[in-house]
C-alpha cells in the first residue's frame, strides 16, 4: 500500500482556480497509476481523473474534460489536479488514489485512497 495525503483545497468563487496535490509515501510512487474522485454530499463518490504511472496518458470525466488536469511529479512523489473555471457543482471533497494501472483507478477499485481534501466553490 501507498500512503497518500491531499492539500490545496479551499473556497474560490466560480470561475475561479485551485490547484490540489496528493503527496505518497511508503512505496515506489513512479510504479502507481494515480487518480481523483470527488464526493458530494448527499451523492456517490465519482470518477475524476487519473494518469498513467508514466504521465503519458490520462483519462477523465466528461464534466470536468477541458477544465480539469491531472499531472505528477515523480520526483517529488506527488500528483497534482489543476482545476479551472470552477462551477458550483465542482464543490466536494476530492480523494486521491493509486493503483498499479490506470484502469484500475478508473473502476474505483484503487487499493490506496487518501482522506480527502473540501473544495467549495460559491456562486
Known amino acids: 500500500q501507498v500512503q497518500l495525503v491531499e492539500s490545496g483545497g479551499g473556497l474560490v468563487q466560480a470561475g475561479g482556480s485551485l490547484r490540489l496535490s496528493c503527496a505518497a509515501s511508503?512505496?515506489?510512487?513512479?510504479?502507481?497509476?494515480m487518480g481523483w474522485f470527488r464526493q458530494a454530499p448527499g451523492k456517490e463518490r465519482e470518477f475524476v481523473g487519473a494518469?498513467?504511472?508514466?504521465?503519458?496518458?490520462?483519462a477523465y470525466a466528461e464534466s470536468v474534460k477541458g477544465r480539469f488536469t491531472v499531472s505528477r511529479g515523480n520526483a517529488k512523489n506527488t500528483v497534482y489536479l489543476q482545476m479551472n473555471n470552477l462551477k458550483s457543482e465542482d464543490t466536494a471533497v476530492y480523494y486521491c488514489?493509486?493503483?498499479?494501472?490506470?484502469?484500475?483507478?478508473?473502476?474505483?477499485?484503487?487499493?490506496?485512497w487518501g482522506h480527502g481534501t473540501q473544495v467549495t466553490v460559491s456562486s
Open positions: 488514489a493509486a493503483a498499479k494501472s490506470r484502469k484500475t483507478v478508473v473502476a474505483g477499485a484503487a487499493g490506496s
Open positions: 511508503g512505496r515506489t510512487f513512479s510504479n502507481y497509476a
Open positions: 494518469i498513467s504511472w508514466s504521465g503519458a496518458s490520462t
